[in-house]
């Protein structure tokens, strides 16, 4: 059995034995964009690991070769003492499920690897940045300490200007936490390093927050995820390096620009979490013109291959690009519509393909509402809209809160930051907030993939969860005080206020005139939702069905 596939241009497996991610990189190949040398355990694997609990037969014989041809690619050695390599692990469904599943990178710097790493570099901050940066995920995702008694390193982690003391001293931190949790230390062996988070990434199929996603997403339990690992590029090397999320159009809107935030001189889980404050994206067309201008060239390419909007992850070191993931960007609502009619203008696809890709869901979001004449005592907190819509609600702090107090009522989610912990929490929630993360951190991703309005980055909230309240502006919250947000405009605001929605929006008129032609049918009284359900109905019965109208383009 052939469990292990490279990345390479010449695969031929599907997205359900490669996994989503990997198969995207496959295609990122393909089109002869930069992505890092690796390889990726199939979903295959992951299942056999769920029915048995172990790793299947003849894994780690194709583990270890897959790792030497690695090795070969980039000169260098899995945790050698010269010239180190380090990877990334990374999980991977056939349907994407961003931020569910474990993700553990830098790994390979042992001890030893790491002195070796700075004395290559001549950079001992760097050297000992990536190695905390290892052992807080390899604490979390495979030793299981929880995100509390991480946040004082995170903290470390969040200082550009940390010294080399302090994350000396938070690397002992985490190593005495991973002791005192599992009862072992961290292996110094590479190899075993890169098993034990294989498991752990196949494990986290079943953990309670990717159960929760798959079932109000309908994804089936029996998939499994694939296991991609690729060498390390760093983000976090110098000021020309760094991070960010791309999606070739906005995502709110639809509008044909390009959308999402960076990081410089920090690694992606950076950006993805939420925890720090990013850059526009626009900022890298001042700071690394060079990357900007490949960035735009790749987005450029993929719209073309998918011909659909794409979102994607990538990371520059030390001025060069390098793109991480790819897959189309699954707008909803207003921007869903915009997307479908601009293809179709643009002769990337057809009216009858447009109209197979909006949902009828998508037009109950169309006219966005917006909270309207807000009164100056009754605003709250501002931040960006992340997710267009108004949510009305009692204040939730916790997860655990808003599962609760939705029993009663809808809630609003106000956190420091989310995270897949808190997907219960989302899932119950009419709205979220939360006071850090930009517009592609996971409360924003999550948020418009659920359709719920969200503000992030409200630079002045606090919350306090233990005390269940939430601070701004000289003014306290307790939890059950009704709220309103406003995910276009960023406004959150006591109490009920008045909300008006928008005026017809121009491409769905078009759109739904598109609708009337393919369904013959022009009477008048039938809603938005008739007309397009009628259309997708004569355009099936017709065979023009939406068959697989994203595959890639080889």
């Known amino acids: 059995m052939t469990w292990i596939h490279p990345l390479s241009a010449d695969v031929e497996e599907t997205a359900e034995v490669l996994g989503g991610k990997a198969h995207g990189l496959v295609v990122l190949r393909r089109l002869g964009l930069p992505v890092p040398p690796g390889f990726v355990i199939s979903t295959e694997a992951c299942r056999a690991f769920l029915r048995t609990g172990r790793l299947p037969s003849g894994l780690d014989a194709q583990l270890a070769a897959a790792v030497a041809g690695l090795e070969a690619a980039t000169h260098r050695r899995l945790g050698g003492p010269r010239r180190p390599l380090a990877v990334s692990v990374r999980s991977g469904g056939s349907v994407s499920m961003p931020g569910m599943m474990s993700t553990v990178l830098n790994l390979g710097l042992t001890t030893e690897a ?133 999606f070739s159009r906005d995502p709110n809107t639809g509008e044909h620009v390009p959308f999402g935030e960076a990081l410089f001189g920090r690694q992606g889980e950076d950006v993805v979490s939420g ?77 009858d393909e447009a109209l197979l890709r909006v949902s009828p869901q998508h037009l109950t979001h169309v006219r966005t509402p917006r909270i309207t004449a807000i009164e100056p005592r009754d605003l709250f907190t501002r931040g960006l809209g992340a997710s267009p819509g108004v949510a009305v609600g009692q204040v939730a702090t916790t997860a655990d809160s808003a599962a609760r107090l939705a029993a009663g009522g809808p809630v609003v989610l106000l956190r420091p930051e989310t995270s897949p912990l808190d997907m219960h929490g989302l899932a119950a929630a009419a709205g979220v907030v939360t006071a850090r993360g930009g517009p592609t951190s996971h409360a924003a991703v999550v948020a418009r993939s659920m359709g719920k309005p969200a503000v992030v980055g409200a630079a002045n909230l606090t919350v306090d969860a233990a005390n269940g309240c939430v601070r701004a502006g000289g003014r306290t919250l307790p939890e059950g005080t009704l709220i309103a947000v406003d995910g276009t405009g960023g406004e959150v605001v006591v109490g009920e206020p008045r909300i008006a929605a928008s005026s017809t929006d121009p491409q769905l008129h078009r759109l739904l005139g598109w609708a009337d032609d393919v369904a013959g049918d022009r009477t008048t009284g039938r809603n938005e939702s008739e007309r397009l359900t009628s259309a997708q109905a004569a355009l099936r019965r017709t065979g023009d069905g939406p068959e697989s109208y994203l595959r890639p383009q080889r």
């Open 275 to 351: 925890s720090s404050l990013t850059e526009p994206l626009s900022e890298l067309a001042d700071r690394e013109p060079e990357v900007w201008t490949r960035l735009l060239s790749a987005l450029t390419r993929l719209e073309e291959n998918y011909r659909d909007a794409c979102y994607v992850e990538f990371t520059f070191e030390a001025g060069e690009l390098w793109i991480l993931q790819v897959r189309p960007g699954r707008f909803v609502g207003r921007a869903a519509v915009r997307v479908a009619v601009d293809l179709a203008d643009a002769g990337t696809i057809g009216r």
């Open 114 to 246: 790491t002195t070796t790493l700075a004395d290559e570099t001549g950079d001992l901050r760097f050297a000992l940045d990536s190695r905390l940066r290892f052992l807080t995920s390899f604490a979390s995702e495979v030793a299981g300490v929880g995100p509390e008694s991480l946040a004082g390193i995170d903290r470390a982690l969040a200082g550009q200007d940390t010294d080399t003391s302090r994350l000396a001293e938070a690397i002992q931190d985490v190593e005495q936490l991973i002791a005192e949790r599992s009862g072992d230390t961290v292996p110094e062996d590479a190899t075993r390093q890169l098993e034990l988070a294989v498991e752990a990434v196949f494990s986290s199929w079943n953990t309670p927050r990717a159960k929760t996603y798959r079932e109000l997403h309908g994804i089936p339990h029996d998939l499994g995820t694939a296991v991609t690992v690729q060498a390390m590029v760093f983000g976090n090397r110098d000021q020309r390096s760094g991070t960010g999320v791309a």
